[in-house]
């Protein structure tokens, strides 16, 4: 039986080349690749600084401790990957879910309004922050997220671990995701399900440059050199979450892979999108809508259900397809009812019903896709 993963890497000889060659260097860590990576991502984003550390889950976290984010109430979406709200816990803050757009999954900019006001005067709460997720591959609407965290003083930090290569527009510019135009900090993934591969490896771009030097600091132990000496001082409370040169390297060749990457995602999706518009799909299953910058890091569908969806991952499952369900949402999980006490959200709760990640990579070849397009067809016919 032929077996198709949801995602997969894509690894060609030039990132073979690029690894080989690295491993042969002095320096397999803190060496000039990770310089490199680094310049090749400012470049790619037109942002002014940005540092690669061991995960995005690392990046969260240093991009939460270098904004002091300790008692701070913090706004995020509950359809998003653990590591988001776990790394929130981890420095202290306090989470407030905001819903989501049941379409998209992608936070309600019109509840997060009204969290903001409804928590303007609370005397308990002393700081906020905003961090919205650009889930799917589809740019969150930043420039509306930075109106009022302008108005309202908060600052915001993208969580861009699937949208690299994602692209909105406002006041008719193009901007990329993580680009940080309308945020104060972004976050990377390079895990190898993500618009490209390190093995493990995150970012944080921002253009300010306190932030930048702090996130440096911290993912190096907190220890800052003194020239022409071997004395370090412990300028803050660090950690170890630096990037490999080799983990850099293969960063730097997949990166130049990016637009083939995208494009490949991009005619895929199209395909699908064709496809869905027709018998027999259409009265069963419904794409989420098309965005035109989206890096299609997932292509989801949603089914009317989840008895309907639930169904649909046995069926395809049982014929070798690889699905997911992105996200369910935190505040289900024990440990966050715990935390933060039983309540669901209206948008969250829809979303997450009918949703299913069907397969969608680069290397997904015409004749997997067909394959998946068929099963899927089965599965709809028989209902
Ligand atoms: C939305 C989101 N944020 C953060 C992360 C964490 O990234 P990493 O797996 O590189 O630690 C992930 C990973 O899947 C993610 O999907």
């Not at 771009?205 to 001082?233: C, F, I, K, W």
């Amino acid at each position: 039986m032929k077996r198709i993963s949801y995602s997969r890497q894509s690894i060609d000889e030039s990132d073979v080349q690029a690894v080989a060659e690295t491993l042969k260097c002095d320096l397999l860590t803190q060496g000039s690749q990770i310089t490199t990576f680094e310049e090749a991502l400012k470049r790619y984003l037109n942002v002014d600084d940005v540092v690669v550390v061991s995960s995005g889950t690392a990046a969260l976290h240093l991009s939460y401790l270098a904004l002091n984010l300790r008692g701070t109430t913090v706004f995020t979406s509950p359809v998003t990957f653990a590591a988001t709200a776990n790394m929130l816990h981890s420095v202290g803050a306090n989470v407030r879910f905001v819903d989501v757009d049941p379409k998209t999954g992608l936070m309600d900019v019109n509840n997060l309004e009204q969290v903001l006001k409804e928590t303007a005067g609370d005397k308990s709460i002393s700081k906020r922050a905003i961090v919205p997720v650009s889930l799917q591959g589809i740019p969150v609407n930043l420039p509306a997220i930075d109106n009022l965290a302008q108005y309202y003083g908060v600052s915001v930090v993208e969580d861009a671990a699937h949208s690299l290569g994602g692209e909105y527009v406002h006041d008719q510019q193009v901007y990329k995701s993580a680009s940080c135009s309308h945020s104060d900090l972004a976050v990377l993934s390079f895990h190898p399900l993500k618009s490209i591969c390190c093995a493990e490896g995150g970012a944080i771009a921002t253009r300010d440059p306190d932030l930048a030097h702090t996130v440096r600091l911290l993912r190096n132990h907190g220890l800052m050199r003194q020239e022409n000496s071997y004395l370090r001082t412990q300028k803050l409370w660090g950690y170890n979450y630096r990037m490999t040169d080799l983990q850099a390297a293969l960063g730097v060749s997949q990166l130049k892979r990016l637009p083939f990457f995208l494009s490949k995602r991009k005619a895929i999706a199209n395909r699908y999108y064709e496809c869905f518009q027709g018998e027999p799909y259409c009265h069963f299953l419904t794409p989420t809508p098309k965005v035109l910058g989206s890096a299609y890091h997932l292509f989801v569908v949603h089914f009317e259900s989840k008895e309907m969806r639930d169904a649909a991952y046995i069926f395809l499952q049982s014929h070798g397809i690889e699905t997911h369900v992105h996200y369910v949402p935190l505040y289900k999980m024990e440990l966050y009812k715990q935390w933060l006490g039983e309540f669901s959200l209206p948008g969250a709760e829809k979303y997450y019903q009918g949703c299913l990640s069907i397969p969608i990579y680069p290397d997904l070849s015409e004749e997997d896709q067909d394959y998946v397009l068929e099963i899927l067809a089965k599965f709809c016919n028989q209902l």
